[in-house]
């Protein structure tokens, strides 16, 4: 439908095309570099002025760097990691997973740590620009010396075959996804360690997978990479430079587990720890994963925890879903309202999709009866340990319940560490 224009709309095409005839007005700056200068100094007008506009973080500079002197690198760093994101289609070989899909930092700071054993990327950069840390001068012999370590690095990293045989550490830990892994930064500093164990101390692929699936579990339990992670690995690489074989490699990465996780932080700390309502607490994935280490079923099915975590699986709906024990409006309409209360760590299960829809929000004592009958009375007592419920425990007032369960969690925790350890 046509219609003549208003003096306002008239004003407003009139400004815009004033607007475009004035483009050729518009100032560019062009930056021209002398041909005499050297490759140094054009990384680094390079790097200053990526620098401006968006920030850049350090492992940015190192890649802007790697696109100077090493191109091809970066290229296959990238080419990597956008390959990692998706199954290739004709089945050949492929960096997809189902636990990780990084971005070309994130693959950086894992070659940095296996060819320099360092976590601080500032460092790094230094050293590949050919600067002496102590002299504080640069030479050309040294960067070059220093790119080939990371490409040496970059090619071990990238290896499919390591790639792939470091997964089955993860897996080996209980974790059968990234559906309950919470920092992927643990995952990537794991990987590194498993690359210097595997390369540098000539571990037993064996012996290093199960050290590495006991890091690894109480690295992404504890938290141990958040907050300044880059400063605990690099305090994990220094106490490494006590070791020079592999039963040394072993040794210490175990002393490092045995002092973090002792009697006071299962008895304790854990407990303590789990009194939350993050959605995404590391107490609760270790917890899932915990139950996936023991092959316990889920609560009121005899379908076990792993099966039905298995990211190959997908529907419509999840096979597997959390389940309030106490359910959410239940407690709403017995005065419980915080989401705080009702959200608690304790307060959640594994359990089947179809389980979920038929419990809505009964209460306890009313829904728990009819499961239970599933169940002889030996299957009920060993479920009931797995997800760290006491006998009866429907019929408990909920703060009694919840303080309970934190306790018998951490016990589930515990038990499955111990049986991580000792290889059974």
């Not at 680094?44 to 190192?62: D, H, K, M, W, Y």
């Not at 700071?109 to 500032?122: D, H, K, T, Y």
């Not at 990987?191 to 690894?216: P, S």
Request: charged fraction near 30%; charge should be positive; include cysteine.
């Amino acid at each position: 439908m046509r219609r003549p224009l208003t003096s306002e709309e008239e004003d407003k095409i009139h400004e815009k095309i004033d607007r475009l005839l004035k483009l050729d007005e518009f100032p560019l700056t062009a930056l021209e570099i002398s041909s005499s200068v050297d490759e140094d100094k054009v990384s680094e007008i390079f790097v200053r002025i990526n620098s401006q506009g968006t920030p850049l973080n350090q492992a940015n500079f190192i890649l802007t760097l790697m696109s100077v002197f090493w191109d091809d690198g970066r290229k296959e760093l990238e080419h990597f990691c956008e390959r990692s994101k998706r199954p290739s289609a004709d089945g050949a070989p492929s960096p997809f997973n189902h636990y990780l899909r990084p971005n070309p930092d994130q693959l950086l700071r894992v070659s940095v740590a296996l060819g320099f054993r360092r976590a601080r990327l500032e460092h790094v950069y230094s050293l590949l620009r050919g600067k002496d840390l102590e002299t504080r001068q640069f030479s050309k012999e040294r960067r070059e010396k220093q790119f080939a370590l990371l490409r040496e690095a970059q090619t071990y990293t990238l290896d499919l075959q390591n790639w792939h045989e470091f997964f089955k550490v993860l897996k080996r830990a209980g974790y059968p996804s990234d559906q309950i892994i919470s920092s992927q930064i643990a995952v990537l500093y794991t990987y590194a360690l498993w690359l210097i164990g595997k390369r540098d101390f000539k571990v037993d692929l064996y012996a290093l997978r199960e050290i590495m699936a006991r890091w690894f579990f109480m690295a992404t339990l504890t938290a141990r990479y958040t907050g300044s992670p880059e400063t605990r690995f690099e305090q994990d690489m220094v106490v490494l430079r006590g070791a020079s074989t592999a039963a040394d490699f072993i040794g210490i990465l175990d002393e490092q587990i045995n002092a973090v996780l002792t009697r006071d932080y299962w008895e304790v700390t854990l407990p303590k720890e789990l009194e939350t309502a993050a959605a995404r607490s590391t107490g609760q994935f270790a917890y899932y994963a915990a139950l996936c280490l023991l092959g316990a079923p889920v609560l009121y099915s005899r379908m076990k925890a792993s099966e039905l975590l298995d990211p190959s699986s997908k529907a419509k709906k999840s096979a597997l879903e959390r389940h309030h024990l106490f359910p959410r409006k239940y407690l709403q309409r017995i005065g419980v309202k915080e989401k705080r209360l009702i959200n608690q760590v304790a307060n959640y299960a594994l359990v089947e999709w179809s389980d979920n829809i038929k419990i809505s929000d009964k209460a306890p004592n009313t829904y728990v009866p009819g499961m239970e009958q599933r169940f002889n009375a030996s299957e009920l007592q060993q479920m009931y340990t797995w997800h760290g419920l006491p006998e009866r425990w429907y019929e408990l007032d909920y703060p009694t319940f919840i303080g309970e369960r934190r306790k018998r969690i951490a016990l589930v925790i515990k038990a499955a560490f111990e049986k991580l350890r000792e290889g059974a």
